[in-house]
C-alpha cells in the first residue's frame, strides 16, 4: 500500500509530496469496548515502508485511548537516506533545496496529543548541502526563512547532536501531517534551526544533571513492548 502527504503552501504552485510506499503493518489490542480498553488501554500500531520508495523506514504509534487530550507516542527510524531524494516535498513546501547529503541511520521518539508535540531526533548525516530557491527570494523574506538561513550556522555533519521536537497540533490539518510537522521539528533542530520552544527543552535537559533522570525523561518518548 501507499501513503501520500501532501503540504500546500499558499506562495507555491503545487504542494510538497511525501510518500512512503510498499507499506505494511498489524494493528493490536484495537477496540472500541469500554471494558476492553479498561483492561488494556493502549493500541499499538506498527508499519514498515520506503520513504519515497527508495529509504527503508519503519514506525510505532502507541494510542491511549482513554485519555482525554488523544495522548500518543510515535517511534520512527530509518537506515540510509539520500537527502536530495526529499526534495519534491521541501521545494514546495518550505522553498528550500537539498543539493547533497546523506543520512546513515536516524531514530525519531515523540509524545504528542491534542495540543503539542515534545521529543528529541538523533539524525546521523554528512555532507549536508542547502539552497534557498531564489526565485522565491520575495516570498521568503516575508515568512522570514531567508532570515533565519542567514542567521544560522547549518550543520553540514552530525554524529552525536540531538534535536529536540516542538509541533503545535492544528485541528483544521491532518493528522499525518501532525506527525510529519513533529518529525520535521527534529530534523530542523539537529541541523541547526530551532524555534524557542525547542531552545527551551534544549535548557532544560540541560539543566537536569543527574544522568538517570535524564534517561527517566528520554523513556516517555519511548514505546515500550506489549
Known amino acids: ?14 504542494p510538497g509530496l511525501l510518500t512512503v510506499n510498499d507499506v505494511s503493518g498489524r ?10 480498553i479498561a483492561r488494556n488501554n493502549s493500541m499499538l500500531m506498527t508499519a514498515t515502508g520506503k520513504l519515497m520508495n527508495i529509504a527503508d523506514v519503519s514506525g ?14 510515535c517511534n520512527f527510524k530509518s537506515d540510509t537516506i539520500h537527502l536530495p531524494d526529499l ?5 514546495n513546501a518550505i522553498f528550500a533545496k537539498i543539493n547533497d547529503g546523506t543520512v546513515s541511520a536516524a531514530q525519531v521518539n515523540f509524545r504528542s496529543d491534542n495540543t503539542e508535540s515534545r521529543g528529541e531526533s538523533h539524525i546521523v548525516y554528512r555532507d549536508l548541502k542547502l539552497q534557498v530557491n531564489k ?6 523574506r516575508r515568512r522570514g526563512l531567508l532570515s533565519l538561513l542567514a542567521n544560522t550556522v547549518v550543520r553540514t555533519k552530525n554524529t552525536r547532536k540531538i534535536g529536540y521536537i516542538y509541533a ?12 510529519v510537522r513533529s518529525i520535521l521539528s527534529g530534523i530542523k533542530a539537529t541541523a541547526g534551526f530551532e524555534n524557542k520552544e525547542q531552545k527551551g527543552e534544549r535548557k532544560f535537559v540541560k539543566k537536569v544533571v543527574d544522568v538517570v533522570m535524564r534517561r527517566k525523561l528520554r523513556q516517555e518518548y519511548i514505546i515500550e513492548e506489549f
Not at 526565485?135 to 521568503?140: A, G, K, N, W
Request: charged letters at 25%; proline letters at 8%.
Open 168 to 179: 503545535k497540533c492544528d485541528p483544521g490539518r491532518s493528522f499525518a501531517g501532525y506527525w
Open 87 to 91: 526534495n519534491p516535498y521541501l521545494e
Open 135 to 140: 526565485r522565491d527570494s520575495v516570498q521568503q
Open 60 to 73: 510505532k504509534i502507541k494510542y491511549v485511548m482513554d485519555s482525554p487530550t488523544d495522548e500518543f507516542i
Open 1 to 14: 500500500s501507499y501513503i501520500g502527504i501532501e503540504q500546500l503552501n499558499p506562495e507555491a504552485a503545487v
Open 27 to 36: 494493528v493490536i489490542n484495537f477496540t472500541n469496548d469500554p471494558a476492553d
